[in-house]
């Protein structure tokens, strides 16, 4: 009798947790994104905007400020680091594609299919920004170093080039702030309008 009290009390618990969570974040546990996902996700995002605020400051340090050199340093360190991280991303996302929760139902088609573009545009863009400074740095004859270590060079000397890749470089950049923001403007709209959290599912 006892045994079977106790099995309906725990019976009750789980399920309680079970609603809990559900109710909380709108999502059950099981609906999160795997935490290699969500650690990369939001790793990748400290550095991704912190080397676009970078990028746009130091094009502005006086040529002869010594600041200069260290802080492309710092940016081309960090722009190979983002190069790594996006393989190991990919990696991992076609590794788990089959745990990715899917977007709820309160979200319409047209937008789930924008959403799935929207990220496919930002995968393409992390990309895309640090392999154009790469090519650019390269082109123009400077050395491209992770943090102590040199790295191969990639692209030959050729300045018509680099002067190609460093205007994609810029506009790619830019590119990806303007989808960044509104990346940040679909979460804070499902958010209010449709009353999903997605944030929990990153978080
Ligand atoms: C404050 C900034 C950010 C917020 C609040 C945010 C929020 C989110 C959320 C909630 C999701 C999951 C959407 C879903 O439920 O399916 C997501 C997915 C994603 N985010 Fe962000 N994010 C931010 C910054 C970034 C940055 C900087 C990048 C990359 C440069 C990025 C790239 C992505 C990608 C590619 C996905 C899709 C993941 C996948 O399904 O493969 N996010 N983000």
Same mark, same amino acid.
């Given at each position: 009798m006892n045994q079977m009290l106790l099995k309906i009390c725990l019976k009750i618990i789980t399920i309680k947790k079970l609603l809990h969570n559900t109710l909380k974040?709108?999502? /059950?546990? /099981? $609906?999160?994104?795997p935490v290699a996902m969500r650690f990369l996700h939001w790793f990748m995002a400290v550095i991704i905007i912190s080397m676009i605020i970078l990028g746009i400051f130091m094009?502005?340090?006086?040529? $002869?400020?010594p600041l200069r050199m260290q802080l492309y340093n710092i940016h081309k360190s960090f722009g190979v680091t983002v190069i790594f991280l996006f393989v190991l991303r990919v990696a991992v996302r076609l590794a788990s594609s089959a745990k990715i929760p899917k977007l709820?139902?309160?979200? /319409?088609q047209t937008e789930v299919r924008f959403a799935h573009l929207g990220h496919f545009a930002i995968y393409a863009l992390m990309f895309a920004v640090p392999i154009s400074g790469y090519a650019m740095s390269n082109s123009y004859g400077y050395p491209v170093k992770w943090f102590t270590i040199e790295m191969p060079k990639l692209f030959a000397d050729d300045k018509e080039f680099a002067a190609l890749a460093s205007q994609a470089h810029e506009f790619l950049a830019f590119s990806l702030l303007a989808l960044l923001i509104f990346h940040v403007a679909a979460v804070v709209k499902h958010r209010i309008?449709?009353?999903?959290?997605?944030?929990e599912r990153m978080n």
């Open positions: 974040n709108g999502f /059950s546990m /099981s $609906e999160k994104y094009g502005g340090v006086d040529k $002869e400020n709820p139902k309160q979200i /319409s309008k449709d009353k999903v959290n997605l944030l």
